[in-house]
């Protein structure tokens, strides 16, 4: 059974930059993100293949950027631009393109000021 460990989220202002972090134990196939804002269904943000095949939400696209260490079992998001519309916890899945089958534990963004 996978296991996804998530980090790097937390407080920044408008315009500023975050990366997380999701580590996998096990095979993985996709890797990505989906996000839930309070009072929001979650959303898709984006997802990684294992050939580097990327998919963004309209939203973060030009402001995200997902990638991946095969050698670590590890996909990156840099978010870079960020909005307080991007606040949300954001959630790391593993699964077959945009459908997850494994969560992470879910990281806290918050863009104010």
């Known amino acids: 059974q996978v296991q996804l460990v998530e980090s790097g989220g937390g407080l920044v202002q408008p315009g500023g930059s975050l990366r997380l972090s999701c580590a996998a134990s096990?095979?993985?196939?996709?890797m990505g993100w989906y996000r839930q804002a309070p009072g929001k269904q979650r959303e898709f943000v984006t997802f990684i293949t294992t050939n580097g095949i990327t998919q963004y939400a309209d939203s973060v696209k030009g402001r995200f950027t997902i990638s991946k260490s095969n050698t670590e079992n590890t996909a990156y998001l840099q978010m870079i631009n960020l909005k307080p519309e991007d606040t949300a916890v954001y959630y790391c899945?593993?699964?077959?393109?945009?459908?997850?089958?494994?969560w992470g534990q879910g990281t806290q963004v918050t863009v104010s000021s």
């Open positions: 899945y593993s699964g077959v393109l945009v459908a997850p089958t494994v």
């Open positions: 096990g095979s993985i196939f996709t």
